[in-house]
Every structure is written in C-alpha cells, then in structure tokens.
C-alpha cells in the first residue's frame, strides 16, 4: 500500500518562516500531481499549492510570493517552503498525492497525509 508522511510543522513568529516535507512510499508505479492543503477536503478545505510532475505550480493568492512548492520524483516527495508568514497562514497542512498504485493490476487514487498544525503568532 502507500502512504504520505509528513514533517516540518511548527510555531513561528509573524514574518517567519517554516518548510514543510512529505514522502511518499510503498507500490508506487507513479505520481501526478502532488500539493497541499489548509484542512481536508469536505471539511472546507483550500489548496494552498499544486505542482504537476511536470514541475508546473499553482498557488492560492493568498500565498503567491511568499510560498513555494517543490518536488523530487526520485524520491517521491514534495516540499513547501513558507516565507513571510502570517497570522492567517494558521492551519492544519495536508499533504495530497494523485498516486497510481499496483494493486495487481494499477489503480489511481488520491492519497493523504496525516497532518501537520502550522501556527502563526502575532
């Protein structure tokens, strides 16, 4: 099976920064696009940001400017690097994966990451 694991979480101080980490791992056969997110989805969640495996991004524009998001396909992760931060930034982060996995045959899925709380203080 596959998994996301994240790290990088944290308390900053208004203006600061934080990096965010997430690996994949198990029966991967591939990974389209990988991002992440403010709260899960169905939960009003929000992409903060997107990149393809391409290397193609997009970013919330809350966010524009201040964050960026990265990835190795070698190692199946993805990173967010968040600069400049703000109170609003505060959250619980998700990491997302669009997977396609072996399952004896392949199968596509999206995959999640456990969390990890960001706060931001004044």
């Known amino acids: 099976q596959v998994q996301l694991v994240e790290s990088g979480g944290g308390l900053v101080q208004a203006g600061g920064s934080l990096r965010l980490s997430c690996a994949a791992s198990?029966?991967?056969?591939?990974?389209?696009?990988m991002g992440w997110y403010r709260q899960a989805p169905g939960k009003q969640g929000e992409l903060v940001a997107r990149?393809?495996?391409?290397?193609?991004?997009n970013y919330a524009d809350s966010v524009k400017g201040r964050f960026t998001i990265s990835r190795d396909n070698a190692k199946n992760t993805v990173s967010l690097q968040m600069n400049s931060l703000k109170p609003e930034d505060t959250d619980v982060y998700y990491c997302?994966?669009?997977?396609?996995?072996?399952?004896?045959?392949?199968?596509?899925?999206?995959?999640w990451g456990q969390g990890t709380q960001v706060t931001v203080s004044s």
């Open positions: 990149i393809t495996r391409g290397g193609s991004t």
């Open positions: 997302h994966a669009d997977i396609i996995y072996h399952r004896g045959n392949l199968a596509r899925r999206d995959y």
């Open positions: 198990g029966s991967i056969f591939s990974i389209n696009d």
